[in-house]
Nanobody, 119 residues
Framework: QVQLVESGGGLVQAGGSLRLSCAAS????????IDWYRQGPGKQREMVAR???????NFADSVKGRFTISRDHAKNTGYLQMNSLKPEDTAVYYC?????????????WGQGTQVAVSA
């Protein structure tokens, strides 16, 4: 079993920055990719960033040029760096990790972390 714990959310003024963390714990697993999603008030959950093998990533058009992702493989932790934040970035942010356990891949979700951006 793998658990994902997110941290780093909070309240920030427009133009500010936050870095979200997604730490995976457990045993006998390896992380394939960590993706990031968000769900704003009254909205459906949407993809924010999707990690690709080799370290590249795809981003939603709304965050391109402002958000980046990275991973600390030794710590089994992924990061979402959010710069130049806008009020419309206000949402609960979730990480989703695709992990390999034995011969199979599994998907796990973090608990979500609230990001609020004030104008």
């Amino acid at each position: 079993q793998v658990q994902l714990v997110e941290s780093g959310g909070g309240l920030v003024q427009a133009g500010g920055s936050l870095r979200l963390s997604c730490a995976a714990s457990g045993s006998g697993f390896s992380i394939n990719v960590i993706d990031w999603y968000r769900q704003g008030p009254g909205k459906q959950r949407e993809m924010v960033a999707r990690e690709r093998s080799g370290g590249s990533a795809n981003f939603a058009d709304s965050v391109k040029g402002r958000f980046t992702i990275s991973r600390d493989h030794a710590k089994n932790t992924g990061y979402l760096q959010m710069n130049s934040l806008k009020p419309e970035d206000t949402a609960v942010y979730y990480c989703n990790a695709n992990v390999r356990i034995g011969a199979y891949d599994y998907s796990y979700w973090g608990q979500g972390t609230q990001v609020a951006v004030s104008a």
